[in-house]
């Protein structure tokens, strides 16, 4: 199974729908985690502005990634939301693409702290282990460096600052890699095939 998590930066941008279209069309097993984008923004501001706690703030930022989720889906009809293990595991069988809903799983979750340290980037390398995930894909509309490795994605705010760590945990065996351009999609998913 892949895990590829298409961030919130992708919606309006030239790349989702593309995206979109090669994961409805993958033959792979695979389920989509999305990002919080303009919805998680919303929540870090709201925040700024409010005053109200992480614990407040780590609850609608995954709010966020289900309304991300739910935007994704409808765009694309044959992502499906999924809000459990189960769920993913037979909308997978299905020949559908499972989309997560994350709320469920991770809300009260003690090993997942409410920080905005922890963002879906994290969260998709920590379901890539609960799943057992033989790879985990970050597709991002920022550039990468060849032969990077996750701390020095988080060191330049590629990746949440905890995804160092979240990978470690999580994600042996499993193989990491972010990508951002489409000239090379078609190949980068064939190779996880």
């Known amino acids: 199974m892949i895990v590829v998590k298409l961030g919130g930066s992708l919606a309006g941008g ?5 995206w979109l279209d090669a994961l409805s069309a993958l033959t792979t097993r695979c389920v989509v985690v999305a990002g919080g984008g303009v919805f998680a923004d919303t929540v870090r501001d709201a925040q700024g502005k409010f005053g109200f706690s992480d ?3 780590h609850a609608m930022a995954l709010l966020a990634m289900e309304q991300y989720a ?7 009809p044959v992502l499906t939301p999924a809000p459990t293990l189960d769920a993913i595991v037979q909308i997978g069988q299905s020949g559908r693409v499972p989309v997560w809903l994350p709320v469920g799983m991770v809300l009260g979750e003690a090993e997942i702290q409410p920080s905005w340290d922890i963002t879906s980037d994290s969260l998709a390398a920590w379901l890539a282990g609960r799943l057992g995930a033989r790879h985990l894909v970050l597709v991002k509309s920022a550039e990468t460096t060849d032969g990077a490795a996750p701390a020095d994605w988080a060191a330049s705010g590629l990746v949440d600052p905890a995804f160092p760590d979240y990978a470690e945990r999580y994600l042996k ?3 990491c890699q972010p990508h951002c351009l489409h000239a090379s999609l078609s190949h980068l998913l ?4």
């Open 190 to 193: 064939a190779g996880f095939a």
């Open 14 to 18: 030239p790349y989702l729908k593309p």
């Open 173 to 175: 065996p499993a193989r």
């Open 55 to 57: 614990n407040a703030a």
């Open 70 to 76: 739910f935007m994704l889906a409808d765009l694309a």
